[in-house]
């Protein structure tokens, strides 16, 4: 009987890893789609904490050729555009003159001094040991937010989160840091691995119930 439920785990967590190959690279971290067509498929943008400094690492890909390549170096100014609660924040993006390239950019609202401190957060600045909050213009970008590359007039939705309040991102007292888990770079990439953790449970308890019956009448 053991056996069979053996084998029958070892297919289940198969399954599961096979299903989220495509979305997760070997250490975890979010894989975007391959590019198809013409377009910034496979551009990516990821939030992270740099000497605590909440960062934001992009990667952006331009796909076609022919006149479109012509086209797109015509307009290849890259942006990054926060959307929530109603507002909207533009965070230009450095790249060549094709719109390609790669790079890091402070999360809105993060300042840091020229040793390197952070001197202000996204709704709080540092005055001496202390922090202080303030009502800037980014403090709403730490809640719910959509992000969105753009490249001239191509655009694509990308997951991304304030990489939160930890060891490793610049923290004011009194605000919990266990809000967002440190050390993670926070894509939308994270909810499938827990899905599929769950559903090999899942699975696995009803091996374990069928084998626990068929005891039962066979006894």
Do not use: H, N
Request: aromatic share 6%; charged share 15%.
């Amino acid at each position: 009987m053991w056996g069979i439920i053996w084998r029958a785990t070892i297919v289940v967590a198969v399954i599961a890893g096979a299903g989220s190959t495509s979305a997760f690279a070997a250490d975890g971290s979010y894989v975007p789609k391959p590019p198809t067509g013409s377009g910034i498929d496979g551009s990516t943008a990821q939030s992270l904490c740099i000497g605590q400094a909440p960062t934001i690492d992009y990667s952006i890909v331009r796909v076609g050729g022919g006149s479109a390549a012509e086209a797109r170096r015509a307009d290849a100014r890259a942006e990054l555009v926060f959307s929530g609660d109603g507002k909207q924040l533009v965070v230009p993006l450095a790249t060549a003159s094709d719109g390609t390239g790669e790079g890091s950019v402070l999360w809105p609202g993060v300042t840091v001094d020229s040793a390197g401190t952070v001197t202000a957060l996204p709704g709080w600045v540092r005055s001496g040991d202390e922090w202080q909050p303030r009502d800037d213009a980014a403090a709403w970008t730490t809640d719910d937010i959509t992000a969105q590359l753009r490249v001239g007039d191509e655009r694509l939705d990308v997951p991304l989160a304030y990489p939160g309040y930890s060891d490793e991102c610049a923290t004011p007292a009194g605000v919990a840091s266990s809000q967002t888990p440190g050390g993670l770079a926070m894509t939308g990439g994270q909810m499938p691995v827990v899905a599929a953790v769950g559903g090999t449970a899942a699975v696995v308890a009803g091996v374990l119930l069928v084998a626990r019956r068929r005891r039962r009448v066979e006894s």
